[in-house]
């Protein structure tokens, strides 16, 4: 079973969260088509982002989910407990 876990999907969901959606052309994490649509695939079946409609140029735009909200807030907390961590140390 793919973890949630890897860098991509980690940026992926962070990259959602910031921007309110992504499409493939709005997003620089995945460099070929194939890479994304199985990141978006996996990300649809844990129910972390739903499609939201089609841009002008017909490109699915995705959008967070409430679980998906929930799970990049505590990405970006633990993000701020690891910078907090870091100049505890300096």
Not at 22 to 29: A, G, K, L, M, V
């Amino acid at each position: 079973m793919k973890s949630l876990f890897d860098g991509y999907t980690i940026d992926l969901i962070k990259h959602i969260y910031k921007n309110g959606f992504t499409t493939f052309r709005s997003q620089n994490i995945y460099k070929s088509f194939l890479g994304f649509y199985f990141q978006i695939k996996y990300l649809k079946e844990q129910n972390i982002i739903t499609n939201n409609g089609k841009d002008e140029r017909n490109r699915k735009i995705w959008v967070l989910t409430d679980k998906g909200i929930k799970i990049a807030k505590l990405l970006n907390k633990i993000e701020e407990i690891l910078n907090e961590s870091k100049s505890n140390i300096s």
